[in-house]
């Protein structure tokens, strides 16, 4: 019998694995939009010519998720193109991705001047923009979801 309840059970857990889909490709595209926006060092841009050896990529290597509170630290090392730092954070993602509060942050030193414009690369800054993108990133993941 019980015909109703399982087509009801069924569509409760269709419903539940696609919010989870949505949410953990929302997060996913958020660090993307970050990491594409975060500036890379160049010393074609700085007044003093860079220390000899100098590879940038410290601050796009810095972006981490928490889930449930805030990282806290700067990550050691650099990530110029964002593919580990990337890597790092989708892997992160739980598969029950509903229900949870994500955290995307940087926590170098100098991450509140390049969101204040600073940077000659991202002289808008970053996580704002980011913010303004945020509906139409969650109206690509639902579509992809579907």
Do not use: C
């Not at 050896?53 to 050691?76: C, D, K, M």
């Not at 964002?82 to 992160?92: C, K, M, P, Q, V």
Request: proline share 7%; charged share 25%.
């Amino acid at each position: 019998m019980g015909g109703f309840a399982d087509q009801l059970k069924a569509f409760s857990e269709k419903a539940k694995a696609q919010a989870d889909d949505v949410v953990k490709r929302v997060v996913e595209k958020v660090a993307a939009e970050l990491d594409e926006r975060s500036p890379v060092g160049d010393g074609a841009y700085w007044v003093s010519p860079p220390p000899a050896g100098y590879v940038g990529g410290h601050f796009r290597a810095n972006w981490q998720l928490g889930i449930g509170s805030r990282p806290t630290g700067e990550i050691a090392g650099v990530d110029p193109t964002g593919s580990e730092t990337l890597g790092r954070i989708t892997a992160a993602i739980p598969e029950q991705a509903t229900g949870k509060v994500y955290y995307l942050v940087n926590n170098t030193p100098y991450s509140r001047l390049i969101e204040d414009g600073w940077s000659k690369q991202a002289p808008q800054g970053i996580v704002g923009l980011t913010r303004i993108a945020f509906p139409e990133i969650v109206k690509q993941a639902v579509e992809e979801s579907k």
